[in-house]
């Protein structure tokens, strides 16, 4: 009777033995499936809030297209979701054009001072989202004047900025 070889393969005459290049090619998409469940579980935690409900999109990030605000600069709470109102301020019948939204998005707009816009910003403990407004003085108006934008939540201006360069611009950013 034959007794088994305990001894180690002789790597001189050929390199790993078949059933040993099999276990290492599994072993590569063991290693492989773990990452991919990983990455999936991963993906369904990012998708979900704190009581395990899916986290939507909303189909509009910045409230009322490019329709001017209400004249009240409020905070409006629905469902986690507050309102600043974005002022452009200046020199009456100026002519402007600008961005202005929050993480969720941005719009442009192009219109004369003044003019407000309301603009819808997550407002939940872990959301750090923020209202942003830039804006710059058409370079066709050579008219003299000022151009400003105020942050303007719950009543109360919490950012500013103002110019009287002749090709100027402004720009706040505010975290509630």
């Not at 990455?39 to 490019?66: C, E, F, K, Y």
Request: charged share 20%; net charge negative.
């Amino acid at each position: 009777m034959t007794e088994p070889n305990f001894a180690p393969p002789d790597r001189s005459a050929g390199g790993l033995r078949t059933w040993q290049k099999v276990a290492i090619g599994c072993g590569g998409f063991m290693v492989l499936a773990i990452f991919l469940v990983a990455a999936l579980l991963i993906g369904i935690a990012i998708g979900t809030n704190s009581a395990g409900q899916q986290v939507s999109q909303p189909d509009h990030p910045i409230s009322q297209g490019d329709k001017p605000s209400s004249g009240q600069p409020t905070a409006q709470k629905e469902s986690g979701t507050e309102t600043a109102v974005v002022r452009v301020t200046g020199t009456k019948g100026l002519k402007f054009t600008g961005d202005i939204g929050s993480l969720e998005g941005s719009r442009s707009v192009e219109d004369t001072v003044p003019k407000e816009y309301d603009v819808q910003f997550k407002s939940g403990a872990m959301d750090f989202d923020s209202v942003h407004a830039s804006f710059s003085r058409d370079f066709m108006d050579d008219s003299k004047g000022t151009l400003g934008v105020e942050i303007v939540y719950d009543g109360e201006v919490v950012k500013q900025s103002e110019t009287n360069a002749q090709s100027g611009s402004v720009s706040v950013n505010w975290s509630p």
